[in-house]
């Protein structure tokens, strides 16, 4: 009796230190993910081992939450590299001019002034679109609401048929409500609208419009310009990119059309494009079409 006692008293303390193993496992994988996290470095992820049990839940938790800090932290970063490296050159701009400057010369103390007015200006403009890129990759970004299509594009093309002396045509309205983001949707047509009138002259023909096709919607801006080269298809999309065709120093920043695909994508689409070098472009907004939904 003595040897059976002792004989099941090992096993039982050796599977309560086995099953005790399994439980406390997923969290020497947290606290061991945790130790090898660094403000640098934050790509460590707990092994998940698919149980649905509490610890499973546990570990994929942390997981969703690495996500996130992760995200966030590239954000912050993203903005802060792509900051330092664009406001460097009109600040260097203002600090040439301001170095030379003659203030016993008026026409030089007004040239210079306008010329720094013009630069704090871009300067500006290219901090608030940097801040919305960053916010593009918040859940708050968006504010979605059921939204006549038609009544949004024909108000998105009112506003826009203003900014050049263009040939500005509506060419047809998706006749459907929908939910989605207004102010965002607009502001991804006006950019492009935009972008199109930097890149046709007076008379040129600028074409808008929304469809509804197999469950997607399409907001479309189309022109008569010089089109979009292959090699500048793959990059005009990334921050700070400018196709071929711009001028050396503009307005802009480079960063319209990256503002159009986020909102794209944060609206779980895309932006495509369509161009003929020689015989204009098309870049059209594709979001899925969610239907609203009736009350009870």
Known sequence: MLVVGGVTVLGAAAAAWLVAGRILRP????????????DTDLSGRIPESGDADELGDL????????DR????????????????HELRTPI?????????????????VR????????ELVRMNRMVGDLLLLARSEQPAFLHPEPVDVAELTADAFGKVA??????????????VEAVLDPQRITQAVVALADNACRHTAPGDRIGIGSQLTGGWLRFWVSDTGPGVSPADRARIFERFARGSAAAPRSDGAG???AIVRAIAVAHGGQVLLDSVPG??????????????????
């Open 27 to 38: 969290l020497r994988d947290v606290a061991a993910t945790a130790r090898t996290i660094t």
């Open 59 to 66: 570990v994929r938790t942390v997981n969703a939450m690495l």
């Open 69 to 84: 800090v992760e995200t966030g932290f590239d954000a912050q970063r993203r903005f802060v590299d792509d900051a330092g």
């Open 92 to 108: 260097t701009i203002v600090r040439g001019h301001l170095e030379v400057l003659d203030p016993a010369d008026p026409d030089d």
């Open 111 to 118: 040239a210079t002034v306008a010329l720094v007015d013009d």
């Open 162 to 175: 203003r900014l050049g002396d263009r040939a500005w045509a509506l060419e047809t309205t998706a006749d």
């Open 255 to 257: 960063l319209g059309l």
């Open 279 to 296: 015989r204009g472009a098309t870049f059209t907004v594709v979001i899925p079409a969610v239907a609203r939904q009736e009350g009870p």
